[in-house]
């Protein structure tokens, strides 16, 4: 029985907007063999480990995932993804009032409806009330008034998935830029005529030493640069 080798290798790439032409961040690059996946950075690249043959998916919130095999020759991939257009279909609006909607949609009970007597003093722009609306005053007459939001407004805030897609989207954004950030300061090259120290012993300091990501963001280059030659210090005199 014969079988066939296949090489495992970091492929990497890059993932741009078929349209313009222009780098998609964030853009999920999964192994479906391996069960693995990694995220694009600011630039649309990513790297991840595949066999020749691997069937690679690439996805990404508002575009049309795309399937690729792992090629033998190696290089960097180009994918481009096609954004997702949909077209919606007629819509019927039929008015509700607002003690129905509640009662049908929301399934709540609706109280009495209460009187707010609001008092402001003239010649202020309003008071902002967060998520339900805002407080202040007709300009002409001067009389209070208070905006609220209405129930769907707050719904498509709190349960859409576009809002939820949007903020995972920016916690992925956030969470790479500061890898990004961390790599850069803590560049191996730089660490290692910081403290004349290469290969495994190099990584039994930054093991030994454990600078949170926290720490090093907060942190200039004079300031890591002191707290790396401390701990130096400390992991010396710990090998003697």
């Not at 063999?33 to 630039?43: A, D, N, W």
């Not at 920016?170 to 290969?199: C, H, I, N, P």
């Amino acid at each position: 029985m014969l079988y066939t080798a296949r090489a495992q290798s970091l492929t990497s790439g890059f993932v741009i907007d078929k349209t313009t032409g222009e780098a998609i961040a964030s853009a999920a690059v999964r192994n479906k063999s391996m069960h693995t996946v990694t995220v694009t950075t600011r630039l649309g690249a990513f790297q991840i480990f595949a066999f020749t043959g691997d069937s690679l998916v690439i996805s990404c919130v508002g575009y049309i995932s795309q399937k690729i095999i792992t090629p033998k020759t190696e290089g960097k991939l180009m994918v481009e993804l096609v954004p997702d257009v949909k077209n919606l279909d007629e819509v019927v609006v039929k008015a509700w009032s607002e003690s129905r909607f509640k009662q049908e949609f929301l399934k709540a009970e609706v109280p009495e409806k209460v009187k707010i007597s609001v008092e402001a003093p003239p010649g202020t722009w309003g008071i902002s009330m967060g998520d339900f609306g805002r407080m202040g005053h007709d300009h002409n007459t001067l009389t209070p008034k208070m905006t609220l939001k209405g129930p769907i407004s707050i719904i498509y805030d709190k349960f859409s998935r576009e809002a939820k897609n949007k903020k995972r989207l920016a916690k992925l954004q956030q969470s790479e830029f500061r890898r990004e950030q961390y790599q850069r300061k803590m560049d191996t090259l730089w660490l290692a005529r910081v403290t004349d120290l290469k290969g495994e012993r190099l990584g039994s300091f930054l093991k030994f030493c454990n600078f949170s990501e926290t720490f090093v963001l907060s942190v200039d280059e004079y300031e890591l640069t002191v707290a790396i030659r401390v701990c130096l210090k400390d992991f010396l005199a710990l090998k003697e």
